[in-house]
C-alpha cells in the first residue's frame, strides 16, 4: 500500500464531454469517455456526487413527430390500414430541396398554442406532399387549442366521413411505422430518408390523445366498435366542428422527465427500464428547454459497487424516457462529479 499515493487514489474525479479524445469525429453525442490520466488503483465504490447537463433540445422529440388518425365511412367501422391518415412534422434539422417548401418543421413552440399553429399549417394545403406521405390528406383535420382549459382537440374536414384518433399502441399504427414507404423526408440532395420512428411513440401522446388503441376507452361504458377507436368515449366522430373528437390528456411539451445516465465502470451494478445495465442515476428534468439541469446528492448517495479495482477511463452514457439516446449539440458540455471509496487491508481484494 505504501507505493499508492493520492494521484492513485483521489476522493473525486470530474468528467467533461468536451474532454472526450473523439469529441472532435462526432457531430452529436450521447455518450463520452474520459481517459483518466493515471490509474485509479483499488477503487471500492463510485458515488454521483453532481451532474451539469444543458438541455439543448426542442419540447418533442424527433422521433415522435406524426400525428395518426382513423378516416372512416360511418360510425360503425371497425379501422384497417386503409382509413389511416396522418399529419407529420420534419425533424427540426431538416434541409430542403431548392425550391422545395411542401413542409413544416418541428420547431420550438412557446405554447401549446404554438404547436397547434404549426399542426394547422401542416395538415393544411402545401403543408405536406403526398409523395413522401402518403398518409396525408390536404385539408384532411383542423386543430384547435382551448388556452383557458389547456386542450388540444381536432376534428376532421371531409364531407360525410367519421373521424376517430388511432392509439400509439394499436398494430396499424406501428405496422405503419414499420414500413419504411409509408412516409419518408425529402431531403436537400434529393434523396429520400425514413421519418425517424421509435415503435409505439407518437405525436398524438404530445398533444393529449394517449389512449393505446388497445385498451377499453374510459367513458365507452363497453359500446365501442373497436378498441382502435382511440377516442374517450370510443366513438368515431362526425366531419365539422360539432364533432370534435374527445382528448383524453392533455398537451405534453417536455422533451423527457429523466435522464438515465449509465457508466461502464459499475458493470451489473444497476439496471433501469428496458432491461439495460450499468445504471448509475436517474436525473430529473427540472428546468425547461435551453436550461441547465443541475443535479446534486442530498446525500453521500449514488452508490455503486463492486466497480473494477482499476480505472484508466470512465464512459457515460445518456439516455431519455423512451430508452433514446439524449444526443446533444458539440456546443454543449456535459459534466459529471464522482466521489471515490477505496479498498483497505483485508478487503482489498474481496
Request: with cysteine; net charge negative.
Amino acid at each position: 500500500m505504501s507505493s499508492l499515493n493520492a494521484q492513485n487514489r483521489p476522493d473525486r474525479i470530474s468528467l467533461d464531454a468536451f474532454a472526450d479524445p473523439t469529441r472532435a469525429a462526432n457531430a452529436e453525442y450521447s455518450s463520452f469517455t474520459n481517459d483518466l490520466g493515471v490509474a485509479v488503483l483499488n477503487a471500492k465504490r463510485l458515488h454521483l456526487l453532481r451532474a451539469t447537463i444543458p438541455i439543448v433540445k426542442l419540447q418533442i422529440p424527433d422521433y415522435q413527430l406524426v400525428f395518426y388518425y382513423y378516416e372512416l365511412p360511418d360510425a360503425t367501422t371497425v379501422p384497417t390500414s386503409a382509413h389511416l391518415k396522418a399529419v407529420r412534422l420534419y425533424p427540426d434539422q431538416y434541409v430542403p430541396p431548392a425550391g422545395f417548401t411542401a413542409y413544416k418543421k418541428n420547431i420550438f413552440f412557446a405554447d401549446p398554442g404554438a404547436l397547434v399553429a404549426q399542426l394547422n399549417l401542416a395538415a393544411s394545403a402545401g403543408g405536406d406532399n403526398v409523395t413522401y406521405n402518403t398518409l396525408w390528406v390536404s385539408g384532411g383535420v383542423t386543430f384547435t387549442y382551448d388556452s383557458t382549459r389547456k386542450h388540444i382537440q381536432w376534428y376532421g374536414n371531409t364531407a360525410s366521413k367519421y373521424y376517430a384518433n388511432a392509439g400509439w399502441n394499436d398494430p396499424i399504427v406501428q405496422a405503419s411505422q414499420r414500413d419504411p414507404t409509408k412516409i419518408v423526408t425529402y431531403n436537400f440532395d434529393t434523396s429520400t430518408s425514413i421519418q425517424p420512428f421509435v415503435i409505439g411513440c407518437t405525436l398524438n401522446q404530445r398533444i393529449g390523445y394517449a389512449l393505446s388503441g388497445t385498451c377499453v376507452p374510459p367513458l365507452s361504458f363497453g359500446a365501442q366498435v373497436s378498441n382502435s377507436i382511440a377516442n374517450e368515449t370510443g366513438k368515431a366522430k362526425i366531419t365539422g366542428s360539432g364533432g370534435i373528437v374527445p382528448h383524453d390528456s392533455y398537451p405534453n411539451l417536455v422533451y423527457t422527465q429523466n435522464i438515465y445516465l449509465y457508466a461502464n465502470v459499475i458493470s451489473n451494478g444497476g439496471l433501469a427500464n428496458y432491461g439495460r445495465k450499468n445504471l448509475m442515476a436517474v436525473i430529473n428534468v427540472d428546468v425547461s428547454s435551453f436550461g441547465i439541469v443541475q443535479f446534486v446528492t442530498s446525500y453521500y448517495g449514488g452508490e455503486a459497487t463492486p466497480i473494477p479495482h482499476e480505472l484508466y477511463a470512465v464512459n457515460i452514457e445518456m439516455r431519455d424516457d423512451n430508452n433514446q439516446p439524449f444526443t446533444l449539440p458539440q456546443s454543449a458540455n456535459v459534466n459529471v462529479e464522482l466521489g471515490l471509496e477505496y479498498h483497505t487491508g483485508e478487503d482489498m481484494y474481496m
